[in-house]
């Protein structure tokens, strides 16, 4: 496979599973050992990561715009608190980063978690339509989406799909408890980015590959969010679900 084409796939891989409640770290794992390919190295996927950080922060720049405001907006204060808060339990997370890399390893582990996550997301449809917003979220709840969000550390636990079924079992709307979940996001992405992008920079660069998979991860990445609100408001997680359980049946079995 060329470096443009293996571009071309990590960057869909990404771009759509970054957002879709399917998990992106364990597609990392299980497409290499479908295809028989080479996973894409820690500093390639970090700018991936690049790419998908451009889609959230373009999809919801009032949001961010109206946040950095906050210095006369107390509603815009108390909401990058709540941000704040929910970060905590993943940047902790990163104490543990050696043991969880080492689930990478283990296409099992991964099957697992997908059918863990699955199942998540299959309850996610008992949940009643909250009609809370993000403005009027509580700091336990917030606190909440952030454990929930350092599960999503081990890969097969979607990110996306654990912070909404948990804002969601909170109180808020399907939209809000999506709207918090990418806020939740972008600090996230944008620390797994920088902190491994580092290092491209540092040996050499960015190759014209490497850029290509960046544009199309932003390009699908932004495609996924559109995707998932439009299914989440008018079906819920569901259907992601089959998904999830059905991947990770396949990987128990086959791999």
Not at 2 to 12: K, N, P, Q, R, Y
Request: net charge neutral.
């Amino acid at each position: 496979m060329s470096e443009f084409l293996e571009a071309i796939v990590w960057g869909l891989v990404q771009g759509l599973t970054e957002f879709l409640p399917i998990s992106s770290s364990g597609h990392l794992v299980v497409v290499p050992a479908f295809l028989g390919i080479d996973a894409p190295d820690l500093q390639t996927a970090a700018l991936l990561h690049l790419g998908t950080l451009v889609a959230v922060v373009v999809f919801y720049w009032s949001d961010l715009r109206w946040l950095l405001r906050f210095r006369s907006d107390s509603v815009a204060r108390r909401v990058i608190g709540l941000l704040a808060l929910a970060s905590v339990p993943a940047a902790l997370g990163v104490v543990f980063r050696d043991s969880v890399s080492s689930l990478f390893a283990s296409t099992s582990a991964v099957g697992v978690a997908l059918l863990a996550t699955g199942i998540v997301l299959w309850l996610s449809g008992l949940l009643t339509h909250g009609d809370r917003d993000v403005e009027r979220f509580s700091s336990r709840s917030a606190l909440l989406v952030g454990l929930s969000q350092a599960a999503a550390l081990i890969p097969g636990i979607s990110r996306s799909g654990l912070t909404i079924t948990t804002g969601m079992a909170s109180g808020l709307s399907r939209s809000e408890a999506a709207r918090f979940s990418f806020l939740l996001g972008v600090p996230a992405i944008a620390a797994a980015g920088i902190f491994e992008g580092y290092g491209v920079v540092a040996e050499g660069g960015i190759g014209v590959p490497a850029l290509v998979g960046v544009v199309v991860a932003g390009l699908s990445g932004y495609a996924a969010i559109k995707l998932l609100l439009r299914i989440l408001v008018n079906v819920g997680l569901r259907p992601f679900s089959y998904y999830c359980v059905g991947v990770g049946v396949a990987v128990l079995a086959f791999l």
